[in-house]
């Protein structure tokens, strides 16, 4: 096969994110944006060793599934809602597909996965938006997302998974900048003031988090830009300044001026309240967040004598939704600013059976047993997307809790370390919840026992 040559195709899957798999005489060829079930002719736009990658010329055979009117502009170019073309109810189909894929080729156990619990109202759903600040043709700041595996922001117009005042809140701050000739940062030369907009967002208390990113300490007109925002947007209770001035793409950087407010704010997960802080995590989607935390507490069927242990607790929401059911909490996280919240959200609601701990699980876990004399009966996990490391899944069969509450945002790690659990642990099924609707991100939870 080479590049530029055109090919007729029916597309026979979807893969991890989304795309479209079709097989050319056994050799694997990833489609974006074709549906499984259809007919697409392709042009070969990359050939590697293994695999190649197909751009669609025309649809032949259209899905059922496939959108018409997709309602956004520049989903294709942003990447970021890479199943926008395809129903809702559909994508929820291909997400439970992809975890079962995944256990069939990888558990010993031949389970089933369950259906994906989707959200009534996909839309707007997002409590965290991550405004990059570009400039365009004419040398003017805009707000936006990265294009696609690039850093060139494209200008963003109602994106429809963000919170839509987080977006009219990012547009007056860029508007600001013009206004007032705030210099944009560039990357190249790594010149320039403003970064990034982030905006958080306490869905049920509606108070609103504003982040400035910047290259340096201060912005020029800083008084002005707060009076203006909390005049136009009555919800913001906090602004801070956040200085970031590493050539990295790591949004944030670890000094936070607060230039309103008490620099955090707060929100509500089912009857409980946390305090938010601008470096700690929060899950993006808190409709969704309370349908796994419930799931989490029905499967985890606690009697009120357990001891828990909340790996990669962040502010230690799960941990506070199950103390009331447990005996003791303790919690391990490595941002310590997500360590100091979850111990004000203990206090908050009341909760005096909980302790946090900030450090590596890697390194930690095994010290803290030791030292604190922990037998847990329950373990929560709930690492980033590469999943648990090898020494803690180590350090967990040691200790061999009774059930582990596997919560993850990448089913390829998640099934990944089943596998290495499954030895001495029953799983009995993958719940997925559709936390990041119209993306091709997938969160699951299950619940594992001792055997
Ligand atoms: C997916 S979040 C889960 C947070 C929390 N359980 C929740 O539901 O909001 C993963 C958390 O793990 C933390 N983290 C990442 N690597 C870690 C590590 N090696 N040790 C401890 N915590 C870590 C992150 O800071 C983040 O708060």
């Known amino acids: 096969m080479e590049k530029n040559e055109e090919y007729i195709v029916d597309i026979i899957d979807n893969g991890y994110d989304g795309e479209g798999i079709a097989k050319i005489d056994n050799f694997t060829v990833f489609i974006p944006g074709a549906i499984k079930g259809e007919t697409v002719k392709i042009l ?29 502009d520049t989903y294709k170019r942003c990447g970021g809602c ?48 991550q405004y990059p600040v570009g400039l365009n043709k004419n040398g003017e700041p805009i707000i936006g997302v990265f294009a696609n595996r690039t850093h060139n922001v494209i200008e963003s117009n109602e994106c429809k998974i963000q919170n839509e005042e987080s977006e009219k809140i ?9 206004k007032n000739k705030i210099s944009v940062y560039d990357e190249k030369t790594g010149k320039g003031l403003l970064r990034h907009i ?3 967002v306490g869905e049920k208390t509606n108070e609103i988090m504003c982040i400035l990113v910047i290259n340096e ?30 050539n990295t793409n790591v949004i944030l950087g670890k000094e936070n001026i607060i230039i309103y407010g008490s620099g955090y704010i707060y929100d509500k997960l089912g009857d409980y309240t946390f305090k938010i802080s601008p470096l700690s995590f929060y899950q993006i989607n808190p409709t969704q967040t309370e349908k796994l935390y419930n799931i989490a507490l029905e ?48 206090k908050l609601n009341g909760i005096t059976n909980a302790k946090y701990y900030a450090g590596d699980t890697e390194k930690l876990l095994e010290k803290l047993v ?9 373990i929560v996990v709930d690492p980033p997307r590469k999943g648990l490391d090898k020494t803690t899944v180590q350090n967990i069969k040691k200790l061999k809790p ?16 089943l596998s290495y659990l499954e030895e001495i642990y029953e799983v009995k099924e993958i719940q997925p919840v559709d936390m990041f609707p119209f993306t091709s991100h997938i969160e699951c939870i299950t619940v594992i026992h001792l055997k």
């Open 82 to 129: 890479n199943l926008r073309h395809i129903k809702y109810n559909e994508t929820l189909k291909i997400k439970k597909e992809i975890v079962q894929n995944l256990v069939d080729k990888n558990l010993k156990t031949k389970i089933e996965v369950k259906n994906t619990i989707g959200m009534e109202n996909p839309y707007h759903y997002r409590n965290k938006a």
């Open 299 to 346: 499967k985890a069927e606690l009697t009120g004598k357990e001891i828990l242990l909340d790996l990669y607790c962040g502010i230690g929401t799960i941990g506070i939704f199950m103390a009331k059911k447990v005996k003791q909490v303790y919690g391990i996280e490595i941002v310590e600013d997500a360590i100091c919240d979850a111990e004000e959200n203990c």
């Open 198 to 200: 982030v905006i958080k």
């Open 217 to 246: 300490k201060s912005i020029l007109c800083e008084k002005q830009l707060v009076k203006e925002l909390i005049a136009n947007f009555p919800n913001i209770k906090t602004i801070v300044k956040n200085v970031n001035t590493q």
């Open 44 to 72: 070969i736009v990359k050939v590697t060793t293994s695999y190649a990658f197909g751009k669609i010329q025309e649809i032949i055979k259209e899905a059922d599934s496939r959108v018409m009117n997709i309602d956004c």
């Open 370 to 378: 030791e030292k604190e004399k922990i037998e847990p009966d329950v």
């Open 402 to 417: 009774k059930k582990i509450i596997y919560i993850s945002c990448n089913p390829a790690t998640l099934v990944r370390d």
């Open 170 to 178: 990012a547009k007056y701050i860029c508007e600001f900048a013009k």
